[in-house]
């Protein structure tokens, strides 16, 4: 199997060597056509555009029908210069090029000599004719005059339609929702690089945090997207940073508020809790400029961001616990990027981005994992918890031009992940790898609260590991001209889990009195334990994906998008004691994710101002490989995992006012580990008599179909208006089903549970529920 599949990727991705491609993901195009006063063609004319900020520039010569294009242009402000023998020759300057879009500038040259020339300076038109894509762009402009919420780009998103911005009280974890599809459908890449959160997908923003004054300007494309674009249902957030230019540039900035500037909780005031200090500074700079004018530029950043928001919690039925206090978050962010064209047919680039983010303490509410399931907040500093992050991207590009209309690219990128979040008793005890959650005070979950501890620990480490290759090729005077475009990707994802998480052991209470061991209603009726040892796992994915694309100017008004692409994703699960499976090892691969997408233009008039645009697409989106894990961790058997005492209900004593009858809670909230150790000795492989989750042989990528109709129109040199019908229908959407109900005795709380084998696959009995992973989900 592991030769087979190494041989597989490496036919794709040697194959597309060879293959046409274009790849707009962090890139811009322009193209049109050159003619005479008299509106004839123009062949072999030459055409230069120059970066005017950085010097870097790339030629053409004009075909047979006078067409011309350029790929996989850096975005920024360009000078196109054209010249002919016998013509005047065409300057035009200030050209707008703008990330994932193409620009179209046709041209007429005058009769005259060549030192004689015409300069035009006009705006950029602001209208991709050519694109049947929806979405939008947002400019430096933009980005450096509006107001954003916590200094994070994705504030701006929300400026565009359909799209809304998820503002998130931790740091770092801003989100949007796009054409109201889950966030986890969202992707996000940066520079072209892979730029999103394997684990939990796109929930929470970007993986690494891109500071404001470092982002040059980026698109988001919410529906209709070429096929170059994939492993997405929601949005794809197409974002570039700053590079250097031929002049030195800095910029400095400072944002500081205190107490004085933010008021206290309503609940606390209400309360008489003393309000406390609480402040906010950000500050940095950035600074780029030439190595070697017109040719090697390099560009940096440097961000530091102390918060100390002010948190209030009350409760009622212990007024002595409440407490106002603030949280504490810090980070430093650094960005360094450099661009170098080795001569006229060869650029590479390199840009690297990292943050570590530690906050300390975090101040967090839990759902409890019983039948209450019911929200709490920790009462007191000792069930605050910890984290320390550090997110890192990198991205190297190198770009070589192939005679006078084909572009080859190849990209390496990696994101990397490694965060720590857990309880303060264990924060001095090290790493992930030597501390001890069992050696820390149980939970105490009380009716409305929780307090003593916090149950988390654990640390995470994520890899993804990208290798791509694009090739643009374009052919004129083929019935029109055509930009083919053939690419392929390869990713290569890496998760490992350490996890300690209740390994302390948690007591539920029926009451929020304190515990009193003459009182049988202050004890516990419920207890819940990881037994076994830490989980660990190491989860490794292998993902192919590959497009073909044509896009076809039938006329200088019409032009047809062709595109197909394909995604392969193999993630292996062990699936021994799942009662579906007869082969343990042939976990599922979704083989037949072929996505067709068809879309069409047509442009009004002749200034390139009105477009009617239309499409259809199938969207295969992305597995989130945080979903297998339960698949590791809570099959039938697993090494570690959490268990209930009692297993389906509540022990019925306290809340009768007698004393509980269970062995683990006859104590009060003290931990039995003899008793429990005797069940479930560490170190082997035991059944789980937790929760049970399965995987389904029959699991698949979810998808969407789209199609979509709309028309645009610039009305100023600034300013367009467009209206779209967007139609989205989801199809295979994960659910879970539970295939082992139960069956209350009573109507009591505490009543006794018997379980069915409801849908007769289970084959034994299990005392809890068991899961079943499976694609009957659907949306419109």
Not at 102 to 109: C, D, K, Q, R
Not at 154 to 164: D, Y
Not at 501 to 530: A, C, I, S
Request: proline content about 6%.
């Amino acid at each position: 199997m592991n030769r087979v599949f190494v041989g597989l990727v490496l036919a794709v991705f040697l194959g597309a060597l060879a293959a046409p491609t274009l790849a707009q993901q962090g890139t811009a195009d322009i193209g049109g056509r050159a003619t005479d006063e008299q509106g004839a063609v123009l062949p072999g004319v030459m055409i230069v555009l120059t970066n005017e900020e950085t010097g870097v520039f790339r030629q053409v010569m004009s075909g047979e029908d006078g067409s011309y294009f350029v790929s996989a242009l850096t975005p920024g402000r360009y000078r196109l210069a054209a010249t002919l023998a016998g013509f005047r020759n065409f300057d035009r300057r200030s050209l707008i090029l703008e990330v994932g879009k193409t620009l179209t500038i046709n041209f007429a040259l005058a009769v005259g000599a060549l030192a004689e020339s015409v300069t035009v300076t006009d705006v950029s038109p602001i209208i991709d004719v050519t694109s049947t894509e929806v979405g939008g762009n947002i400019g430096t402009s933009e980005i450096v005059e509006l107001p954003a919420p916590n200094r994070n780009f994705f504030a701006m998103v929300a400026l565009l339609p359909g799209v809304q911005f998820v503002p998130s009280s931790q740091f770092g974890n801003d989100t949007i929702i796009a054409s109201g599809q889950a966030q986890q459908g969202n992707n996000v890449t940066l520079d072209g690089g892979y730029n999103s959160d394997d684990a939990i997908g796109s929930n929470a923003g970007g993986q690494t945090r891109t500071p404001l004054e470092s982002v040059q300007e980026f698109q988001v494309l919410t529906n209709q997207y070429d096929a170059e674009f994939g492993r997405a249902s929601g949005a794809v957030v197409n974002a570039v940073t700053k590079q250097g230019t031929n002049q030195f540039r800095g910029v400095v900035f400072g944002y500081f508020t205190n107490s004085a500037l933010t008021a206290q909780d309503y609940f606390a005031r209400l309360n008489n809790q003393a309000k406390p200090e609480s402040s906010l500074k950000q500050w940095g700079g950035t600074f780029g400029g030439p190595i070697v004018r017109n040719k090697f530029h390099f560009f940096g950043s440097l961000e530091r961001i102390t918060e100390s928001p002010n948190r209030a919690f009350n409760f009622p039925a212990r007024p002595e616990l409440n407490f106002s206090t603030v949280e504490h978050r810090e980070a430093w962010n650094e960005m360094v990027r450099v661009d170098h064209q080795i001569n006229a047919n060869n650029t590479w680039a390199f840009r690297y981005l990292g943050e570590s983010s530690p906050q300390i303490p975090i101040i967090q509410t839990r759902r409890t994992p019983t039948i209450q399931g019911t929200l709490r907040s920790p009462a007191g500093a000792a069930a605050f918890t910890d984290e320390t992050d550090l997110d890192q991207t990198m991205v190297g590009t190198y770009t070589t031009v192939l005679g006078n209309s084909r572009v080859n690219t190849i990209r390496a990128s990696a994101t990397l992940e490694h965060w720590y979040h857990g309880s303060i008793c264990v924060r001095g005890q090290g790493s992930e790898d030597v501390f001890d959650q069992s050696k820390c005070p149980p939970t105490l979950y009380q009716l409305t609260f929780f307090t003593q501890q916090s149950p988390e620990a654990q640390g995470p480490w994520d890899r993804n590991y990208q290798l791509q290759d694009v090739y643009s090729w374009f052919v004129p005077d083929m019935k029109g001209s055509h930009e083919f475009k053939v690419g392929t990707t390869y990713h290569y994802t890496i998760l490992r889990r350490t996890i300690q998480t209740h390994m302390n052991g948690g007591f539920f209470f029926n009451t929020d009195l304190p515990f009193d061991p003459t009182n049988p209603r202050t004890y516990p009726e419920r207890f819940t334990l990881r037994v076994g040892g830490p989980f660990r796992f190491n989860m490794h994915s292998h993902t192919i994906e590959g497009f073909a694309q044509d896009k076809w100017r039938i006329s200088s008004h019409a032009t047809v998008s062709l595109g197909v692409r394909y995604d392969l994703e193999v993630s292996p699960v062990d699936e021994t004691g799942n009662p579906l499976f007869k082969d343990p090892h042939a976990y599922p691969v979704d083989k037949n994710n072929f996505s067709p997408r068809l879309g069409f233009t047509y442009g009004l008039g002749s200034a390139g101002r009105s477009v009617i645009r239309g499409g259809y697409g199938l969207f295969y989106n992305r597995t989130i490989l945080g979903t297998l894990q339960p698949f590791f961790e809570s099959g039938k058997f697993s090494r570690s995992f959490e268990v209930l005492f009692p297993q389906d209900t509540a022990d019925p004593g306290p809340s009768r006012g007698q004393f509980p009858t269970d062995p683990t809670l006859v104590n009060g909230p003290v931990i039995n580990r003899a008793y429990i150790d005797a069940l479930y000795p560490a170190g082997t492989r035991l059944r789980n008599t937790g929760e049970v989750m399965f995987d389904s042989p029959n699991r698949r990528q979810p998808y969407t179909h789209q199609v979509t109709v709309g028309y645009e129109r610039q009305i100023l040199p600034t300013m367009a208006v467009s209206a779209d019908y967007v139609r989205t229908t989801g199809r295979d959407l994960f659910l879970q089903r539970n295939l082992n109900p139960m069956i209350r005795a009573n109507t009591s709380r505490t009543g006794p549970i018997t379980r069915v084998d409801a849908f007769g696959v289970l084959g034994e009995p299990y005392n809890t529920k068991v899961w079943l992973v499976e694609n009957t989900g659907k949306s419109q």
